[in-house]
C-alpha cells in the first residue's frame, strides 16, 4: 500500500471521527435541503405552472444538486477550522504525505454526503418524486453528483486554507447559498432576461441538474441553450473534472507551504 493510500485513509477516519464527534454542521446542511423541499414544493409548487411537469419532481434534483455545491461551504469550514487552530501545523510535522490531508477531507465529505442524501430522496418519495430513468441512468446520475460534490468541496478546501479566520470562512461559506439562484435548480431558464440566462446555463449547477433531471426521468434535455445545459451529461463531468484539476492541486499546494 502506498504512503499516499495509507496516509490518506487515516484522515478520512480522522475525518469521519470528526463529523462523528461534531455533526451539526453535517444535519444543518441535509435538513435545510429538506425544509427547502417542503416550502418550495408546497408553498410555491401550486403558483409555478410548467405544462406537462410537476414541480416537485422538477425541483428535488435541483436540490440534490445545491447540496451537493453546498460541499463549497462546508469543505471551507473545516479546511478553515484546521488550519487555524494549528492542526495544519501538526500535520505538516508528521510523516504524512501533503497530498492525503486535502484528499482525506474531501473524501470524507463523498462518504458523509452520499449517506445523508438519503433522507432527501426519501421525503422526495414522499412528496410525489419518482424515478423513471433505468437503474444505469440512476447509477450515472448518483455518480455525477458525487463527483460534483468532490469538485465544490475541493474548491471550499483551497478557499479555507486561503481565508485569514474562521469568522471570515463563515461568512464566504454563507454567500455561497447564491450560487444555486442564478441556475436552474429552482427555475427553468427560458424565461429568464437573455443575459441573466446566459449567466444561469454556464453555471455548473446548472449542467449538473440538468443531467440528473434527464437521468432520473424528470425533465427532457432543453433543445435549445448554452452548451452546458443542452449536453448536460458531458457538461457536467467537463465542468467537474475541471474544477477538481484546478482547485485540488491548488489545495494541496496551499497546505504544504503552510502560509496564511
Given at each position: 500500500?502506498?504512503?499516499?493510500?495509507?496516509?490518506?485513509?487515516?484522515?478520512?477516519?480522522?475525518q469521519?471521527?470528526?463529523?462523528?464527534?461534531?455533526?451539526?454542521?453535517?444535519?444543518?446542511?441535509?435538513?435545510?435541503?429538506?425544509?427547502?423541499?417542503?416550502?418550495?414544493?408546497?408553498?410555491?409548487?401550486?403558483a409555478?405552472?410548467?405544462?406537462?411537469?410537476?414541480?416537485?419532481?422538477?425541483?428535488?434534483?435541483?436540490?440534490?444538486?445545491?447540496?451537493?455545491?453546498?460541499?463549497?461551504?462546508?469543505?471551507?469550514?473545516?479546511?478553515?477550522?484546521?488550519?487555524?487552530?494549528?492542526?495544519?501545523?501538526?500535520?505538516?510535522?508528521?510523516?504524512?504525505?501533503?497530498?492525503?490531508?486535502?484528499?482525506?477531507?474531501?473524501?470524507?465529505?463523498?462518504?458523509?454526503?452520499?449517506?445523508g442524501?438519503?433522507?432527501?430522496?426519501?421525503?422526495?418519495?414522499?412528496?410525489?418524486?419518482?424515478i423513471?430513468?433505468?437503474?444505469?441512468?440512476?447509477?450515472?446520475?448518483?455518480?455525477?453528483?458525487?463527483?460534483?460534490?468532490?469538485?465544490?468541496?475541493?474548491?471550499?478546501?483551497?478557499?479555507?486554507?486561503?481565508?485569514?479566520?474562521?469568522?471570515?470562512?463563515?461568512?464566504?461559506?454563507?454567500s455561497?447559498?447564491?450560487?444555486?439562484?442564478?441556475?436552474?435548480?429552482?427555475?427553468?431558464?427560458?424565461?429568464?432576461?437573455?443575459?441573466?440566462?446566459?449567466l444561469?446555463?454556464?453555471?455548473?449547477?446548472?449542467?449538473?441538474?440538468?443531467?440528473?433531471?434527464?437521468?432520473?426521468?424528470?425533465?427532457?434535455?432543453?433543445?435549445?441553450?448554452?452548451?452546458?445545459?443542452?449536453?448536460?451529461?458531458?457538461?457536467?463531468?467537463?465542468?467537474?473534472?475541471?474544477?477538481?484539476?484546478?482547485?485540488?492541486?491548488?489545495?494541496?499546494?496551499?497546505?504544504?507551504?503552510?502560509?496564511?
Open positions: 500500500m502506498s504512503t499516499l493510500t495509507y496516509d490518506g485513509m487515516a484522515m478520512v477516519g480522522r469521519l471521527r470528526r463529523v462523528r464527534n461534531s455533526p451539526g454542521l453535517a444535519v444543518l446542511t441535509q435538513v435545510m435541503p429538506i425544509n427547502m423541499l417542503l416550502f418550495f414544493g408546497y408553498v410555491f409548487g401550486s409555478l405552472a410548467m405544462p406537462g411537469r410537476e414541480y416537485r419532481s422538477f425541483l428535488v434534483p435541483g436540490l440534490l444538486v445545491a447540496t451537493a455545491a453546498g460541499g463549497i461551504m462546508t469543505g471551507m469550514f473545516q479546511a478553515a477550522a484546521d488550519s487555524h487552530r494549528g492542526v495544519m501545523d501538526r500535520f505538516r510535522t508528521m510523516p504524512v504525505s501533503r497530498a492525503a490531508v486535502p484528499l482525506g477531507q474531501g473524501v470524507a465529505d463523498l462518504v458523509v454526503t452520499a449517506i442524501t438519503v433522507p432527501l430522496l426519501l421525503v422526495g418519495l414522499a412528496v410525489g418524486w419518482r423513471h430513468g433505468s437503474a444505469l441512468e440512476v447509477a450515472g446520475a448518483v455518480g455525477l453528483l458525487l463527483l460534483f460534490r468532490f469538485a465544490c468541496t475541493s474548491i471550499g478546501i483551497f478557499l479555507g486554507l486561503l481565508t485569514r479566520s474562521e469568522d471570515a470562512a463563515g461568512q464566504l461559506g454563507a455561497t447559498f447564491v450560487l444555486p439562484l442564478l441556475s436552474n435548480a429552482y427555475i427553468p431558464t427560458d424565461g429568464l432576461a437573455g443575459w441573466l440566462r446566459t444561469a446555463e454556464w453555471n455548473p449547477i446548472s449542467a449538473v441538474t440538468t443531467a440528473l433531471r434527464d437521468l432520473f426521468g424528470n425533465a427532457p434535455v432543453p433543445a435549445d441553450g448554452a452548451w452546458p445545459v443542452t449536453h448536460p451529461v458531458a457538461g457536467s463531468l467537463v465542468w467537474s473534472v475541471a474544477l477538481i484539476a484546478v482547485f485540488m492541486p491548488l489545495a494541496v499546494r496551499r497546505y504544504a507551504r503552510g502560509e496564511r
